[in-house]
């Protein structure tokens, strides 16, 4: 459990997560453009991020949303996936290209120039992450990816952690050593967050050799128990990209421990995005066990942490359980499953506060789990997390033996300013 207390300690410890595995480069480039859009007397900003292979891989896999209305960089994606290698990937933060006029033609168009530019026979993939809607500044992204291009350096991934945000509070990157190899990576996604693929974008790069059928089983298994089990509005984006590319220059001894080590990466990143929420002050951790399928597990925690009521009890540091037990009934009810409430077990932190048919409350206990929700609260502000302590639920349903772990956030007044002046 780390704590922070300054933005330097914090950038401090990111840097010494970001090493690049061993056959990769990365770099970055800032520029200002004048948005089709709107008439702006002062120019945006946008940052240009590339990561790049030593030598194009035939070692990578990618999961996208499932949203119907995807960004163009998510359907050219899907169609890469087909190819034999490819050369890297190419993001931009500010604007997401996703159904703009020609958005697909400019986003073919950047990253052909970048393969003629590096002189690669094999594509990259393009990624893009902001405002809905608007067309991506083609000619000057084009401009730019000279300079971009002449920054490519191996030293380590924490620029390019910074340059994906948008919204995000704080850059997010973690990483883990592994025969003799590393597995690291970086993500962003602060708003419009509860991904099913899998505004979230996660890279991962890694110097172990997985075969890549293997790997994208892997890659698809993880996904599925960390990112999609995250969410901060409900909100599935139209752009959500997770993609692994591996370099092969190390071996690998052991599938299993290759996926352990993977996993324990995208949990603590995915558990980085949600600390990250726009306005975010709680981190919601809810274990829902003795299920009877992990589905059942899963839906569950999803309908306590997208509830808003459980939400805004929680911003509010007030153990109003009621809202817990509505959620949940709510869920079932409404789909028609039936759950004997005198089963189950609820706690917060170590309080039990509803066990076999009864809610178990009183004064004391009141106090104690508000103080317990204050102690776990945090501002944002800073650019910088201060801790990693969640607000812990534990819910048994007592009619199974199947379990599932869901994150997610509270509402705050902060998260909606955030997103009514998303634009004006």
Not at 195 to 224: K, Q
């Amino acid at each position: 459990m780390e704590e922070f207390s300054t933005k330097e300690s914090y950038l401090k410890e990111l840097k010494q997560r970001a090493l690049l595995p061993e056959g990769f480069r990365t770099a970055i480039q800032s520029f200002e453009f004048y948005p089709d859009e709107r008439d702006a007397e002062e120019p945006m900003k946008m940052n240009l991020t590339l990561i790049e292979l030593d030598d194009p891989t035939e070692l990578f896999a990618g999961v996208f949303t499932r949203n119907a209305f995807p960004g163009y960089p998510v359907e050219i994606g899907r169609d890469l996936l087909g190819e034999d290698k490819v050369s890297g990937v190419l993001i931009n933060n500010r604007i997401s290209n996703v159904r703009c006029e020609g958005g697909r033609e400019t986003a073919l168009k950047i990253v052909d120039e970048l393969k003629k530019l590096r002189q690669s026979q094999f594509p990259y993939f393009p990624s893009s992450t902001g405002i809905i809607g608007w067309k991506l500044p083609e000619e000057d992204l084009c401009n730019n990816l000279k300079p971009l291009i002449d920054g490519l350096e191996s030293s380590d991934l924490s620029q390019a952690a910074e340059s994906i945000m948008t919204t995000d509070a704080f850059p997010k990157l973690r990483s883990i050593e592994i025969d003799g190899g590393r597995i690291c990576a970086i993500g962003k996604g602060a708003g419009m967050i509860e991904p099913d693929m899998a505004t979230m974008l996660v890279f991962v790069l890694t110097d172990i050799a997985i075969e890549r059928e293997e790997l994208r089983s892997v890659f698809s298994d993880v996904i599925n128990e960390t990112f999609n089990r995250i969410s901060i509005d409900s909100d599935q984006s139209t752009s959500d990209t997770a993609l692994i590319f591996s370099s092969g220059k190390k071996s690998c001894s052991s599938v299993d421990e290759f996926k352990k080590a993977l996993f324990s990466v995208c949990h603590s990143l995915s558990e980085d995005i949600v600390r990250n929420g726009e306005g975010t002050s709680h981190v919601i951790r809810v274990k829902v066990s003795e299920a009877e399928t992990v589905d059942e597990a899963v839906a569950l925690g999803k309908a306590l942490v997208n509830s808003p009521l459980t939400k805004t009890a929680i911003f509010g540091n007030d153990p109003n359980v009621g809202r817990f037990i509505q959620a949940m009934g709510d869920y079932l009810g409404k789909n028609d499953l039936y759950i004997n409430p005198e089963k189950i077990n609820i706690s917060i932190g170590d309080q039990v506060v509803y066990e076999n048919g009864f809610f178990s409350l009183d004064e004391d206990k009141e106090k104690k789990l508000s103080n317990y929700m204050k102690d776990c609260s945090f501002v944002n502000s800073g650019g910088y997390p201060p801790h990693e302590k969640p607000v812990d639920l534990f819910i048994s349903l007592r009619r199974g033996t199947a379990e599932a772990v869901v994150l997610g956030s509270d509402l705050t007044y902060e998260y909606v300013r955030e997103n009514a002046d998303y634009r004006t």
